[in-house]
């Protein structure tokens, strides 16, 4: 990148969203002009569409048609929704995601599943750095079953040292919510498949935002969330991917009647749906699961490779502001490690943070000393990025933030 | 009831719908005039208030707030919608009824946890009619945990011949998903805690159309859907309801960061949350949740005693009608031992079900045997009743559906 040679300006930040080849999907999207929002990376934006698909499944799909909509569609969409997303973000051929429940849940369904499946075997590793939501169901399921919960201090692929006969489970995120690091998933996927053990990850940050190829790098369990990159709405439900040669052999804990094979016989004893299905329990969450199509659907419109091509060049915008100004960047410097977020660093970054949310910057604080500016490519501008920067930058040149020790 | 001496005529209904004191809600709800709607105990009509509470949700909250609504109310909304719930309909004091997850996870959670603070007791108890999801997650986790899952034949009440102190969990549906048949909470509920077990109750086809009492009643454990009698939309999220006293004493297993004591924090080490928070897990689906309040709010509006005298005076005019046709009545005929649904017994009730959908009357075929007629006081008119029981009378008096042998 030849940006960081010559002090960036605004203006060249503005020249930048002139020639993104991505900036009319900016409007698809309802964004409020008086912020700077660079957390899409926690709550990603509303796509209009997302607007009239809600309108339209509840006004029509439930309001008029009621139960009757099961048989036309809603049944299905599960899988269809799930496999939308394995075709254009996560590399994955059909029959192997489908979309319900929240991150955790499935998590923890794909966390039982591997488990039982590697019976014998008592270690679950994970890493410190880990999104919390993970690393507290394994220390959950780790206590309720009798498992050592290894805790690796590195990164992801310096787990070969770890890994044994004994390990049952490896789960890591694929780019670190913190330091927005991207794991070498097709080297881990092969250490940990030579232990014998099971690969667990959690797409949650890449999804969306950088290219994936679950198949193409033999991965076996993936979950993740739809809220983020992939703006599916506060609370969406999050997909599980299983590898199609796993789903004979891998059953989920929760045995719920929409995971049954027939589930409208109501008959007795559990046998659980041949493929994906299989893997749901509960009634499908239709109203959300609608709205998260639509995110899905301009992912994929938009191209995940034109995505990853202007995360790239925000972050990198970000990073030579931030270089300018001697804010000290946390995430890697290696365009091809990073995902679309980049972390700061400051002592008080707290209240910094807070400082920048009262000047109308929006990011989000990540203890114990990051700031973390997400850049959401279908509705980031470049201006944007500067403008997060260049708010931070002159919070530290008045000495900090208020109250900052 | 004085309806069943004399038949029963469509004007008789017509002019019951007159006196109904509920009557002017049937507006608030959107309602297919080309049908007899007779499955709001499968999925409850959409309330207009839903779909505009799902617009602001969507366009104001997530489309202009964005991140920042988590603080200005969505983190509290499960609890919120749950202390609401628990005070218009299921008899609860604040601070023990948390809404999120559908029902299968929440029964899963409840059950787990029940079985967790029980430990070395080996049998959980529950009936062979119960619904079937509440059966599969039983099998499923007596199943991995090596527990006995015993089934009663009979009614619940008839448990105590049953229990042991051998026994850790007894779990029925509190009003019967087929026959209607309400359960006697109180003294099941002191059965089983006699015998030192938990008691888990089921109450998605009672809340919303009898009354509960479950503070009351002593109740200790239960869960219900709210897209049924509630009105909140499909796969809307389920509740959980834990007494005070066990609150400290439960810990649900999957230990996800919205469970959390201060879960933004994202600090090493799971510390369950006080109260009910506890019980989350993943990330609250707010769209779904306010939708699913607004549900709330119009059976907290009409009141559950109005809803419950109508649900009786509906199911009596189905069961006076269908006396008069010869049509079996597979519910009780005590109206208080009956919820607001009606089973109607035939041989060919597969191809009757058909047959009726065919001529715009929407019920449910329930096997090997029953047609169920749904009747949600807030949306069902006595016409509604009148003409689905005719209209399967008539289908009889044809010879029976097409195609039956």
Known sequence: ?????????????????????????????AIDPAVVYLDGNSLGCMPHAALERLHE???????????????EGWLELPLEVGDRLGAAVLGAAPGQVVVGDSTTVCFYKLVCAALDARPGRTQIITDRDNFPTDRYVLEGVAQARGLQLTWLDGDPETVGAMVSPDTALVTFSHVSYRSARIADMAQVNAVVGDAGALMLWDLSHSAGS???SLDGDHAQLAVGCTYKYLNGGPGAPAYMYVQHELQAELRQPIWGWLGRRDPFEMAPGYEAAAGMRGFLSGTPPVLALAAADEGVKIVAEAGIDAIRAKGIALTE???????????????????????????????????????????????????????RFG???????????????????????????????
């Open 210 to 212: 950088v290219p994936l």
């Open 317 to 371: 915008l970000a990073i030579s502001v931030a270089d300018e100004s001697g804010i000290r960047v946390a995430s890697p410097r290696e365009p091809a490690r990073r995902g679309a977020h980049v972390a700061l660093a400051h002592p008080d970054a707290r209240a910094l943070c807070a400082g920048l949310i009262e000047r109308g910057v929006i990011p989000d604080f990540r203890r114990p000393d990051v700031i």
């Open 1 to 29: 990148m030849t940006r960081a040679a010559a002090a960036m300006t605004r203006d060249a930040a503005a020249e930048l969203d002139a020639r993104d080849p991505l900036s009319a999907f900016r409007e698809r999207f």
């Open 375 to 405: 850049f959401s490519p279908l509705t980031t501008r470049f201006v944007d990025v500067w403008d997060g920067v260049d708010a931070l930058r002159g919070l530290l040149a008045r000495g900090g933030p208020p109250g900052s020790g």
């Open 57 to 71: 499944v509840a006004a029509v799909g439930w309001g008029q048609r009621g139960v009757r909509s099961w048989d």
